[in-house]
């Protein structure tokens, strides 16, 4: 084995690892975004329902102001 296949075959692994590390920074940023959307969609659910309830208070105050 010469010093050139040495080298190129460092560089291979080289390749194999950042593309494993993007690979993986891929996957868990795909994660954290999908985390997000949930939360997102549950502070929306959260909100919808306040608002709701607020709005059946108004309902109630004005039918007793009546």
Request: proline content about 0%.
């Amino acid at each position: 084995m010469n010093l050139t296949s040495k080298t190129e075959g460092r560089n291979d692994m080289n390749l194999m690892h950042e593309n494993l590390a993007r690979a993986q920074m891929s996957a868990r940023l795909g994660e954290a975004q999908q985390l997000r959307r949930g939360y997102q969609l549950a502070l929306a659910r959260r909100m919808s329902r306040k608002a709701e309830r607020a709005a059946q208070q108004a309902r109630l105050a004005l039918a007793r102001a009546l």
